[in-house]
Every structure is written in structure tokens, then in C-alpha cells.
């Protein structure tokens, strides 16, 4: 099994497969309310111009977090779903130099 | 005084019987930040609410009739956006206890409308199961979902009422369609009450809650449209390292250059319009005392701060594009390193940024802070931000005493850098009195930032047409009540004690012996008394000084015939006009504002702290500014 990354390690354009978040209760549900469920796929957007924060796009949406919050999120970046598992998320056309960044989450 | 934002009180429909169990007569709309439940509100009642494009706009529970849709004996109340039943800051606090009828003035709601953006259903339908579980009838609501089928989204809303046990309807508030559907849902819940029959997942556990969210959009046919990737490609310029801060910088020189070279030739134009429109109307009065009273203390009074309204509105305009086309977002997001330094977080930007326009809804809008000690700070610090009140006074003065000198090839002029200056003073002394507050009595552990960027949008004329028009109705209510009454006031002290028929020299009359008598305090500032009388006047609102200086200056025969710019260059030293207007800058002049801080920190020490402390660093600031601009340029 390949080894986890922090999500904070994921350069701009990189995406991964959400493993396990390790915050806080409060601040780790709100995140899942918000998308940042395990499975879910997270693409890295943009940095802000000074490098923090950084605008992630999860489940169609993009939400902005500072680094500190993102190092405890960690993701599988080699793990990315495959053409039949893949399900079409809003936010996410699967484009030539991303081939296969859909999330499977549902009907499972 | 200056209601910058209030709203009608609202009056609930009146019901003379009793209410029967399950009779509908208030509704509720709750729904995920931004998902469009203010707009849907002002489409079914007919009323403006504030609508934007950035989470967080509401931060309150709204209420009115439903006469839109011509329910006027039901009442709606439109909520803060949550994205869960657990709070987790102020504003979605708001939400829960009232859905839950525990918030004191207002009923528990009898049904809800739920509000989903269609654009993410999987996700937004993680709110569905808590709300369903409140058992109260319910109609789902997919808003935006236009923009869905025009982007190759669909689901089958037949399909997820079935799963929901709750009616679905296919809504665009933006456009008003499909609000018929919630007219039958209304009309057909009149006597019943009807629980919902689904199986729910565990509640407050949030991966079973995903889970389960996830299930029913496959299973209804969900397929989320294409997002529109007009967003990256203008975040790819608006968030670049050298652009997006050149560009920022670029925008906000050229709205203050603009306020200048397009508003004051308008205000300067009005400002003639009106000064010979009050010379013909009270043509048609009796010479005397009467004519006197109307043209030098009212007319002048008034129409001395109304010629300002262009230029605020040229302010709300800009602030309204900012807001509307989801901008404010990334502006926090830019800001955040920035107010990491101080202690607080992006998000707190929002409201001081909003606190250019005024600072009661930006007060208001640190709800969205999560942090208690963070949202202290902020609320604060945020009188310091330049509000749309100082720009009269700013105006006036800077046209009266700054010589227009044109730097870098006529792009920029010295008027224009005075007035970024006193906005950029305001700005940093927020900052440094929020680090202050952060590193003593407000101390507290680092709060996350998590922001959630909305989808650039463009912004509606309708929508930008409607805040101007209210903004300019607030305005000239402003001007003919709070105004017009000082004004009035002004006058009659002016022209009192009457000896044999005449009226006093002004510095012997009832107003200029206050002014003589608290001279001595503000002298050090190079001010004189009419100024100290403009002072006393204006802790009511701020653009009430621009109006005690038109009727002072118009009261005196020495100064009757000059325009008022002209009066005051005369009449006040280059030093006490610039420490004038620094003074200005930091002192909380405005009864509204300590009103509403009172209110949302329920207690009278901190309006009372910070009124001390903003009076001092103004008294402060504006000696040193004296004697500096008189040593210098003196």
C-alpha cells in the first residue's frame, strides 16, 4: 500500500482520494458537512498569492483552508477512481490531462 | 438616526381564532449558505431583502407576509444559511433555535421550505435528513435549477419525493419559476400535518448522513451539471500571485478616482441646481425671519450634505459589484495571511470590507465569525473602516482646503491620495487595535479558516439598481428627518436671544456661546467653535457635521453669500481642516453604530470602551496631525 500524504503536501493541480481526517470534532464535522468525507476525491485549485490558503475543490464546490487544517487531512494520491466506478460530480468534467478524477460515493 | 439598514418592523398577519393543530400560518425557509432562500424570500413575499453572492449575506431571521404569491395570511421567515443542525457559529445558531421554537418573538414554524442548490444536490441534500427529522410538513425546493438543465444537469424530482416522503419541486428563484408548486403544497397543508415515512440515517453522525445523501441522488437520477469553468479561469488571474493584488490595487485607485472625476462634477452640479432652486422657492415667501429660516438654516443645511449622494452612491455601486459577483470571497481569502498577523481570520475581512458601505449590517455580519473572542475583536475594530457617513465630510473638506495637483502624468491627484490616505489610516487602525485586543484581553487558541468560494456571478441591474435606490431612499430620509431637525434646531439657536426686534451677531447668540464655551477644548486641534458645534452635532451621525456647517456658515451674514467650501477656507487654518478630517477617521460618531453593538454584545461596556477609546486616539491623532500640516504647510 502506498504511503498517505497530507493534503497540504499536494502541489496545484494534484488530486487525491480522501482517507481520514484527524481534527477536531467540531471543525472535522463541519468539514464532512461540507463534502470532506472519506472517498471523496479533492482536487488543489489555487493557492493564495502569499502560498496560504489554499482553495481545494471537493464535491463540486471550492472551499478555502489554511494550511494548518489541511495537514491533517490525509489522502491517497495515486489512488484515483476508475472509468466504470466513475460517477460525474458537479465541478469535476473529466478532461484529457485529468482522465479519471470522478468520485464514487454513491450506490454503494 | 442613520438607518443604514434597518427594515420595516414587521407586523405578523393578525389571526382572530384560535389556532387548530396543524393550520399553517408561519413558514420557514432554511436551506445551505448561498443557495438563493433570500432571493426565493423576496419573490414570495415581495419584500428586498439583501441578496449576494458569498455565504453569510443573511445572518438573521427575516420575517414578512407571503404576498407574493398572495398568501398574506401567512407569515415566512427567512433564515441564515447552515450546512448542519449543529451550530458552529452565530448566524447558523440563529437558524436552529428557531426552526427548534425557541427563539423568543418568533413562532415556531409550522412548516418549512426547504432550499437546495441543484447545482450540488449530493451534497446539499446532507442538510435534508436533519430537517426532515424535525417532522414538520416540508416541500424541497431545487433551486437554480435552470442553470442545471443549461448546463446538462438532471434529476427526476418524482423520483425524490417518493425517497424523501416529502413533495420536490423544481425552482429558479432568480427567474420565479415553479413557485406555483409551493402555492399547492400551502394550499394543501392548510389542515393537516403530515410526517414523513422514510427511512433516515443516524442522525449527527456526518459519513452515514453522506452516505445516505449520496444513495438517494444516484438513485433519483441525479447527474450534476458541468460547473462552469469560467470560475478557475478568472481565479487563475484574480488569485495570481502578482495579478490578483495588482489588479485588486488598480480597481480600488480607480473607484476613488472615479468618485472624484465622475461624482464631484455631479455633486458640484446638483449643488448649483439646488442653491437656485431654494433662492427662487423662497422667492414666494415674506422677506424676514421666516425666508431666513427656511433658505439659511434648512435649505442649506440639508442641500449641503444631499449633493454628497452621487458619490456614495458611485461607493454602494462599486461595493455592490464586489458583493454581488462573489469577489468578497476571495478578498477574505487574499486577506487571510494578513489577518492571521493580527490575530483574527479571513473571514473577518468580510464584514470590514462591508464596512465601507456602513458599519451596522458589517456589526451584523460578524455573526458569521465563529470564535466569540474573534468576533469581539472584530466588531471592535470595525467602526474604524471608512463608512459611506465620512465621505460628505471627507468630500467637503478636501474639496474646500486640497489643491488639485496631478501626479504621474494626470492619472492620479492629490485629492485622491488624501482620500485614500484617510481610508488607509482607518484601515490600519483596526488592524493595530485588533492585534492590541488579540494579544491582551481577547486572547484566544486559533480558529480554522474554512470559507466556501461561490461560483463568479454577473451581477443582475436589477439587483445593483434596487441597493441604489434603497440606499438613496435611506439617504434622503436621512437628510429630511435627522437633518432637517438639527438643522432647525441650529437656527433658532442661532438667532435667539432676540434684542429690539433683531437677532444676535452669531458669536452672541445662544449657539455661539456653546461654541465659545467649549473652544478652549478642541483649540489645541486647530479647530473653531463652529466646528466644535458640528462636532457636538454629528456624534448623532457623522454627515451631520456637513450639514451644521451649512447652516452655521449660511446663518452668518459674513459668510451668507459665499458657497460653504469657500466659507470654511476662509474660516479654518489648512491644520485644523486636515485634523479635522483625521479626526474623523477614528472617532465613533454615530448612534446607530454604538446601538448595535450594544445589541450584539448585550451590555453597555464595550459601546462604552469603545466610544472612550475612539474619542481618544481621534483627540490624539488629530493635535499631532495640527501641529505637523500648520508646521509644515502652515
Redesign the interface.
Known amino acids: 500500500m502506498r504511503p498517505l500524504r497530507r493534503l497540504s503536501e499536494l502541489e496545484v493541480g494534484e488530486t487525491g482520494v480522501l482517507v481520514a481526517l484527524e481534527l477536531p470534532p467540531g471543525v472535522q464535522n463541519h468539514l464532512m458537512y461540507m463534502g470532506f468525507v472519506p472517498d471523496a476525491q479533492v482536487k488543489v485549485l489555487h493557492r493564495a498569492p502569499i502560498g496560504d490558503p489554499t482553495v481545494y475543490a471537493v464535491d463540486g464546490i471550492e472551499i478555502a483552508l489554511r494550511r494548518e487544517t489541511a495537514r491533517e487531512i490525509r489522502v491517497d494520491s495515486g489512488r484515483l477512481k476508475t472509468k466504470p466506478e466513475m460517477i460525474r460530480e458537479a465541478g469535476h468534467e473529466p478532461t484529457q490531462e485529468e482522465p479519471a478524477k470522478e468520485l464514487v460515493e454513491a450506490g454503494r | 438616526m442613520n438607518d443604514c439598514c434597518t427594515v420595516p418592523a414587521f407586523e405578523p398577519a393578525v389571526h382572530t381564532s384560535v389556532k387548530t393543530a396543524g393550520e399553517l400560518r408561519t413558514i420557514a425557509l432554511i436551506g445551505p449558505p448561498n443557495s438563493g432562500k433570500s432571493t426565493l424570500f423576496n419573490r414570495l413575499t415581495g419584500l428586498r431583502q439583501k441578496v449576494a453572492n458569498y455565504p453569510g449575506v443573511t445572518v438573521e431571521q427575516r420575517m414578512g407576509r407571503m404576498a407574493g404569491i398572495g398568501r398574506d395570511d401567512l407569515t415566512l421567515i427567512d433564515l441564515p444559511g447552515i450546512?448542519?443542525l449543529?451550530a458552529?457559529s452565530e448566524d447558523a445558531r440563529v437558524s436552529i433555535e428557531v426552526l427548534e421554537g425557541h427563539m423568543p418573538g418568533t413562532p415556531k414554524p409550522d412548516a418549512v421550505l426547504l432550499v437546495l442548490d441543484a447545482?450540488?444536490?449530493?451534497?446539499q441534500l446532507?442538510?435534508a435528513a436533519p430537517v426532515l427529522a424535525l417532522g414538520l410538513p416540508t416541500m424541497v425546493l431545487l433551486n437554480m435549477s435552470d442553470l442545471m438543465d443549461a448546463r446538462g444537469?438532471a434529476v427526476d424530482p418524482l423520483l425524490l419525493a417518493q425517497e424523501l416522503g416529502a413533495p420536490v419541486a423544481l425552482v429558479s428563484a432568480t427567474r420565479g419559476t415553479g413557485l406555483d408548486s409551493v402555492q399547492l403544497f400551502l394550499n394543501q397543508h392548510g389542515g393537516k400535518n403530515e410526517q414523513p415515512k422514510l427511512m433516515l440515517p443516524v442522525l449527527g453522525n456526518?459519513?452515514s448522513?453522506?452516505?445516505w445523501a449520496?444513495?438517494v441522488?444516484?438513485?433519483t437520477g441525479y447527474?450534476?451539471?458541468?460547473?462552469a469553468?469560467a470560475?478557475?479561469r478568472v481565479?487563475?488571474v484574480l488569485?495570481?500571485?502578482?495579478w490578483?493584488?495588482l489588479t485588486f490595487l488598480v480597481v480600488v485607485f480607480g473607484v476613488f478616482q472615479v468618485v472624484f472625476s465622475v461624482g464631484l462634477p455631479l455633486s458640484n452640479g446638483l449643488q448649483d441646481g439646488l442653491a437656485h432652486l431654494g433662492k427662487w422657492a423662497t422667492g414666494f415667501l415674506p422677506a424676514g425671519w421666516i425666508r431666513s429660516l427656511v433658505l439659511d438654516g434648512a435649505w442649506n443645511g440639508v442641500t449641503s450634505v444631499l449633493v454628497f449622494l452621487p458619490q456614495i452612491l458611485l461607493l454602494f455601486l462599486f461595493i455592490g459589484i464586489l458583493e454581488d459577483t462573489g469577489y468578497l470571497a476571495r478578498a477574505a481569502?487574499?486577506a487571510?495571511?494578513v489577518m492571521?498577523s493580527i490575530g483574527l481570520?479571513?473571514k473577518a475581512f468580510i464584514p470590514l470590507l462591508s464596512a465601507y458601505a456602513c458599519a451596522v449590517p458589517a456589526i451584523m455580519a460578524t455573526r458569521t465569525i465563529e470564535n466569540k473572542r474573534d468576533r469581539l475583536a472584530t466588531i471592535l475594530v470595525t467602526p474604524f473602516m471608512t463608512c459611506s457617513a465620512r465621505l460628505p465630510v471627507y468630500m467637503l473638506f478636501i474639496a474646500a482646503f486640497i489643491p488639485n495637483i496631478a501626479f504621474a502624468g494626470g492619472l492620479i491627484g492629490l485629492k485622491t491620495i488624501v482620500m485614500l490616505s484617510l481610508y488607509a489610516i482607518g484601515f490600519l487602525a483596526a488592524l493595530v487595535t485588533a492585534r492590541l485586543l488579540k494579544s491582551s484581553i481577547l486572547k484566544s487558541s486559533?480558529t480554522?479558516?474554512?470559507?466556501?468560494?461561490p461560483q463568479y456571478r454577473m451581477p443582475t441591474l436589477r439587483s445593483l439598481g434596487l441597493r441604489l435606490v434603497d440606499r438613496a431612499r435611506v439617504f434622503l430620509k436621512q437628510a429630511g428627518t435627522v437633518i432637517l431637525c438639527v438643522t432647525l434646531a441650529l437656527w433658532v439657536l442661532a438667532n435667539l436671544p432676540v434684542h429690539g426686534g433683531h437677532g444676535p451677531e452669531l458669536g452672541e447668540s445662544i449657539i455661539g456661546r456653546l461654541g465659545h464655551f467649549i473652544e478652549p477644548v478642541i483649540a489645541p486641534l486647530g479647530f473653531n467653535w463652529k466646528i466644535g458645534i458640528g462636532l457636538l452635532t454629528s456624534v448623532l451621525a457623522r454627515e451631520v457635521m456637513v450639514g451644521t456647517m451649512g447652516t452655521l456658515y449660511g446663518a452668518d451674514p459674513e459668510t451668507q453669500s459665499l458657497s460653504l467650501q469657500t466659507a470654511l477656507h476662509h474660516d479654518l487654518p489648512l491644520g485644523g481642516a486636515v485634523a479635522l478630517m483625521v479626526f474623523f477617521a477614528f472617532a465613533l460618531q454615530c448612534t446607530s453604530t454604538i446601538a448595535v453593538v450594544r445589541r450584539e454584545t448585550n451590555s453597555w461596556k464595550w459601546p462604552a470602551v469603545q466610544f472612550a477609546y475612539m474619542l481618544a486616539l481621534a483627540y490624539g491623532a488629530a493635535f499631532l496631525t495640527n501641529i505637523v500640516v500648520t508646521a509644515l504647510w502652515g
Not at chain 2, 447527474?223 to 460547473?227: G, K, N
Request: glycine share 6%.
Open positions: 450546512y448542519s449543529d458552529y447545482l450540488h444536490l449530493t451534497r446532507m442538510l444537469g456526518a459519513m448522513t453522506h452516505r449520496a444513495q441522488s444516484s438513485r447527474r450534476a451539471p458541468l460547473s469553468k470560475t478557475r481565479d487563475a488569485l495570481h500571485p502578482v490578483g493584488p481569502l487574499i487571510d495571511r492571521r481570520n479571513g486559533e480554522p479558516f474554512i470559507l466556501e468560494l
